[in-house]
């Protein structure tokens, strides 16, 4: 069975997160994951800009609308 590993994938942004950060930002993408979304860097990224504090909240999901946006597009 697969695992979601983000911190394995992708160790450099998590670099100085503490386990339980860690945790929070796997359980956050838990749920869409095991109805088969497949985790991409941008949001990995974006969530733990967030989380850091380095992107506030709108910034956060102005990325995610636009992201979705190019998806759709590109669908």
């Not at 991409?40 to 969530?47: A, M, T």
């Not at 909240?57 to 946006?69: C, V």
Request: charged residues 30%; glycine residues 6%.
């Amino acid at each position: 069975m697969a695992t979601l590993d983000l911190d394995t994938w992708w160790p450099d942004l998590f670099e100085g997160m503490d386990d339980a950060a860690k945790v929070s930002i796997k359980d956050t993408f838990a749920a869409s994951w095991h109805e088969g979304w497949q985790p991409n860097r941008e949001d990995v990224s974006d969530l733990i800009g967030y989380h850091r504090g380095t992107l506030s909240f709108d910034e956060y999901m102005a990325r995610a609308k636009a992201r979705a946006l190019r998806q759709r597009a590109g669908a």
